[in-house]
Each structure stands twice: as structure tokens, then as C-alpha cells.
T-cell receptor
Framework: DTAVSQTPKYLVTQMGNDKSIKCEQN?????MYWYKQDSKKFLKIMFS???????INETVPNRFSPKSPDKAHLNLHINSLELGDSAVYFC??????????????FGEGSRLTVL | GNSVTQMEGPVTLSEEAFLTINCTYT??????LFWYVQYPGEGLQLLLK?????DKGSNKGFEATYRKETTSFHLEKGSVQVSDSAVYFC???????????FGAGTTVTVRA
């Protein structure tokens, strides 16, 4: 069973469209994250939810809206897509923040290409 | 704020060569330090970690020692294999923090 799964893995779309990426974890973790990885592999945190509550909201355009219907799911919706949104988006989870092992468990990534 | 600086890549090595990737950090207090690895087409996974000064993390032949006096956490492996080709990320977190701060990543390619 995949611990952190994201769908879709690949997404190609036109500028101006709206798209969503879904993430689910079956590890029983309390905290989930969205990271953006650019073409130079630089990783930037976007959002984090702990038990469905937003706890990290970095400087991200408000075209990006996360939603956590329950603690096992964290979805990312992007409105009015722009060329600069092209990246790989990673979902991750951890138990109670970074307490304990301090380990983040990552999904395989969703590669978004905006044309 | 917290930040991590790691050596720029890409790094290209021959099999059985010695690998070092430098990582230094800036943080208040006593952060935990991590190395994550991203194999081609995959998400990141934890490679090793150290939670206090002088701790040594090790896994899969890789080692890194938490050096508070030099604020460093350099990654080393004595004899790399082709399968070690990946992007390596240094990271830190503060206790009770919800966020890992990642370095820029170092791409390593090992040639047979």
C-alpha cells in the first residue's frame, strides 16, 4: 500500500485553467504538507495542515487554495493557472508535526505543466 | 530565521569514489538536522538524521555528523555506486516545529 499517494501524477493544461491535485495518506499522521519543487529542484513549502487546521501558509498567491476534508486528505486547488506554476508538487505527511522521528513522508509528486 | 546552505552541484563521480556534500546551517537554539534523498522520478525519503550536537547519523553507507561548533552536517560516503545517483537535500527543523527548511539540493551522478 502506498503511504502517501497523489493524483494525478502528470497534469498538462492551458494558462487560465483551474486544476486540482489530490493527496491521501494512510499512515495515520496528523500533519500534511504541500511543497513546490521548481525546475532547479529547489523545494519550497506552501501549506501545512494539522488535524484539518491550517498551520503554515507561506507566501503563496491566493490562486492556490488547500482543502483538508479530514486529516488523511489534503487537496490543492489552483485557479487561473500561470506559466510560472509549472513545477512538481509534493504532498507529505508527518506524525504530529515533526515530533518524534522528525521525518516527513513524501508522495511521488505531481508534475504540472502549464502551456 | 532558519536556513540551510549546501554545496552546489551537479557532482559527477566514478563508481567507488568518495563523496562529500557540504551542508551548513543557521538556526537559533538546537535544531535537528536531516539528509533526504530523491531518486529519479520519486519523492524525497529520509536518508539519515541527527538530533543533537556530535550525533552521527548513518544509513546505506552514508554518514553525517552534527557539528555545532562549525554549524555543519556534511554528508559522506566512502565508495559510491551508480545506484546512489540522486538529488540530496540537507534540512533542519526546530523542536516542536511544523516545518522542515531544505537546502537547494545537490545533484549527484555516479558513472560506472
Amino acid at each position: 500500500d502506498t503511504a502517501v499517494s497523489q493524483t494525478p501524477k502528470y497534469l498538462v493544461t492551458q494558462m487560465g485553467n483551474d486544476k486540482s491535485i489530490k493527496c491521501e495518506q494512510n499512515l495515520g499522521h496528523d500533519t500534511m504538507y504541500w511543497y513546490k519543487q521548481d525546475s532547479k529542484k529547489f523545494l519550497k513549502i506552501m501549506f501545512s495542515y494539522n488535524n484539518k487546521e491550517l498551520i503554515i501558509n507561506e507566501t503563496v498567491p491566493n490562486r492556490f487554495s488547500p482543502k483538508s476534508p479530514d486529516k488523511a486528505h489534503l487537496n490543492l486547488h489552483i485557479n487561473s493557472l500561470e506559466l510560472g506554476d509549472s513545477a512538481v508538487y509534493f504532498c507529505a505527511s508527518s506524525p504530529s508535526g515533526l515530533a518524534g522521528s522528525g521525518e516527513l513522508f513524501f508522495g511521488e509528486g505531481s508534475r504540472l505543466t502549464v502551456l | 530565521g532558519n536556513s540551510v546552505t549546501q554545496m552546489e552541484g551537479p557532482v559527477t563521480l566514478s563508481e567507488e569514489a568518495f563523496l562529500t556534500i557540504n551542508c551548513t546551517y543557521t538556526a537559533t537554539g538546537y535544531p535537528s538536522l536531516f539528509w533526504y534523498v530523491q531518486y529519479p522520478g520519486e519523492g524525497l525519503q529520509l536518508l539519515l538524521k541527527a538530533t543533537k550536537a556530535d550525533d552521527k547519523g548513518s544509513n546505506k553507507g552514508f554518514e553525517a555528523t552534527y557539528r555545532k561548533e562549525t554549524t555543519s552536517f556534511h554528508l559522506e560516503k566512502g565508495s559510491v555506486q551508480v545506484s546512489d545517483s540522486a538529488v540530496y537535500f540537507c534540512a533542519l527543523s526546530r523542536s516542536n516545529d511544523y516545518k522542515l527548511s531544505f537546502g537547494a539540493g545537490t545533484t549527484v551522478t555516479v558513472r560506472a
